[in-house]
């Protein structure tokens, strides 16, 4: 019997990302927030930024790093959404507080 699964993601919290691909290995360090307001929904807004990419084509390392970051955004803020109110606001705290321009 063939494997059914060839790629495997798992979210660690405050270090980051791992993925298991096809044997690889790939590990993504976390972007920290050293003033964390609210981790509710860090987890659900890695996926979304993960699929985000995902959704556009790019590998599996832009995937797992932009989840990271949604992540990270996602607790600059308290109640899960509050960070992602439009775009602007994003790049802003991308910018600002991760050193990543969107």
């Known amino acids: 019997m063939g494997q059914a699964v060839h790629t495997v993601v798992v979210k660690m919290g405050?270090?980051?990302?791992?993925?298991?691909?096809?044997g690889k290995e790939l590990k993504i360090p976390a972007f920290r927030n050293e003033r964390v307001v609210d981790a509710i929904g860090a987890g659900d807004s890695f996926n979304a930024g993960f699929v985000f990419k995902y959704i556009q084509g790019a590998t599996?390392?832009?995937?797992?790093?932009?989840?990271?970051?949604?992540?990270?955004?996602?607790?600059?803020?308290?109640?899960?959404?509050?960070?992602?109110?439009?775009?602007?606001?994003?790049?802003?705290?991308?910018?600002?507080?991760?050193?990543?321009e969107l």
């Open 14 to 22: 405050n270090e980051g990302s791992i993925s298991f691909d096809n």
């Open 60 to 100: 599996l390392e832009e995937c797992q790093r932009f989840g990271n970051l949604c992540g990270a955004i996602n607790t600059t803020e308290a109640g899960g959404t509050t960070a992602f109110r439009d775009f602007d606001s994003i790049a802003h705290i991308a910018r600002e507080r991760f050193g990543v």
